[in-house]
């Protein structure tokens, strides 16, 4: 039964693509990605790797794979009822608020195509709001597909398109047809914006079996976004001696933003949190993005713009934000420093679970000995700088499980620097406890 997921799994390669956000508005987005395969299948495979890439004041874009099929019966009779869509139910179905999305028919048919040679890439939908757009496209070939790859998509509006991040999977052959390959890509804007001009245009560069392919498809939104819903909360909560404030939460069709800002005398860095989610009276639950970009912010404890899956289209009696479980470090633990050349760990969580492999100034490898992650692989930093504060743009880390724990290879760019490298945790088994309840009143 898991002979798709496998194949999924084998295929997994650096497929990632990247656009900058602006330094005032983010530092370093973090965006997790979450790979539900079944635990015994990654973990009994050293080689299923989940690769990411981290760019240092920028976007991460995390690839996600998601294999465990719960389908609403409403949802399944709104996806049936639209040509095509059903090729995409596996990578929509985890998240609630999509579900919403086609239940509430706000999902938009667009079917604009363009062929080059022998491959032709057809716009099939988009669902447009004013936190992003998610593009559903169709890569199909006159003969059959083996390797596929997408690079640098790129989306074009006379108005500008806001910088922000672009989440996207690993391309994966249909079994029953290889000559179709389909996907969404997710834009996630930094600034909510409302387009004034709905016409488009997706660039997309595709290599098929070595053979490049340049797409520039226009297409036309038909109908512009319906308005957002926000609370402004500036509620001021603290946790074991911990003090954020959760500033607003805004509800969009495709995501929620919960706007969090951190106390400057807070001994701890809060690097996530574990189960935010929004709650309904009946205990409903509406959780973290699981397929796509998960938070905006900065490394160091400024704002942060979480993300969380829509209820957009529900109308609770009463709703509200909580929040439980929240990876923190120390302040002065929040960081790794290391010398590739001397191969010392210079500082970590002083817990001791996390452990430097072989280093050199081109690559390193760290492994967490205690296995805290039961449902997730996730990177493990954000930025590098090295001793003269250099940043390092492109960071390839790889991240697998063999034998219950989590190990890293990282590859740098260059070997053109000073040791020794910093790194900013981004996430870490280390938590703290509360529990956390706003009620969202207008």
């Known amino acids: 039964m898991y002979e798709k997921e496998e194949q999924k799994l084998t295929g997994f390669k650096d497929r990632l693509e990247q656009v900058a956000l602006p330094l005032e508005a983010a530092d370093g987005a973090i965006m997790q990605g979450l790979e539900r395969a079944k635990r015994e299948k990654l973990q009994s495979r050293a080689k299923r790797k989940r690769t990411l890439w981290s760019l240092a004041a920028a976007a991460l874009i995390i690839l996600t794979l998601v294999t465990t099929i719960r389908v609403s019966p409403a949802f399944a009779n709104a996806v049936a009822s639209i040509p095509g869509m059903e090729k995409f139910v596996e990578l929509i179905q985890n998240d609630k608020g999509l579900q919403g999305v086609f239940e509430n028919e706000y999902y938009q048919p667009i079917g604009e195509s363009q062929t080059i040679g022998n491959a032709t890439l057809t716009i099939d939908g988009v669902i447009l709001d004013e936190s992003g757009m998610n593009i559903f496209y169709t890569i199909e070939s006159a003969v059959e597909m083996g390797e596929v790859a997408v690079n640098m998509p790129v989306l074009e509006n006379e108005e500008g398109v ?119 009276e009946d205990g409903e639950v509406w959780g ?80 967490l000995n205690e296995y805290y992650t039961e449902n997730y692989l996730f990177s493990l930093f954000s930025t590098v700088t090295d001793a003269n504060g250099k940043d390092f743009s492109r960071i390839q880390e790889s991240v697998s499980s063999p034998e219950g724990k989590l190990h890293w290879n990282i590859t740098l760019e260059t070997t053109d620097y000073t040791n020794p490298l910093k790194m900013e945790l981004v996430e870490y088994p280390n938590y703290i406890n509360g529990d956390v309840k706003i009620e969202l009143k207008k």
Do not use: C, W
């Open 162 to 280: 806001p910088p922000g991040s672009i989440s996207y999977n690993h391309p994966v052959i249909e079994d029953d047809s290889p000559k179709i390959y389909s996907d969404i890509l997710g834009y996630t804007f930094v600034e909510p914006i409302k387009f004034e001009n709905l016409e488009f245009t997706l660039g997309l560069e595709v290599t098929i079996d070595n053979n490049k392919f340049e797409f520039s498809t226009p297409f036309k939104v038909p109908e512009n976004v319906t308005p957002s819903t926000t609370y402004n909360l500036n509620e001021e909560v603290e946790v074991e001696g911990q003090k954020f404030t959760i500033e607003k939460v805004t509800i969009h069709p495709l995501r929620v933003g919960v706007q969090v800002s951190f106390d400057s005398n807070n001994t701890k860095k809060i690097l996530r949190f574990e189960d935010m989610r929004l709650e309904d």
């Open 288 to 367: 973290s993005i699981i397929n796509g970009t998960t938070a905006f912010g900065k490394d160091e404890n400024g704002d942060k713009l979480y993300f969380l899956q829509s209820n957009y289209f529900e109308k609770p009696k009463n709703l509200y934000l909580r929040i439980n479980k929240i990876q923190a470090v120390d302040q002065e633990e929040a960081f790794i420093l290391i010398d590739t050349e001397k191969n010392l760990l210079l500082n970590s969580p002083k817990d001791g679970n996390l452990q430097l492999g072989n280093s050199t100034k081109s690559r390193i490898e760290f492994t």
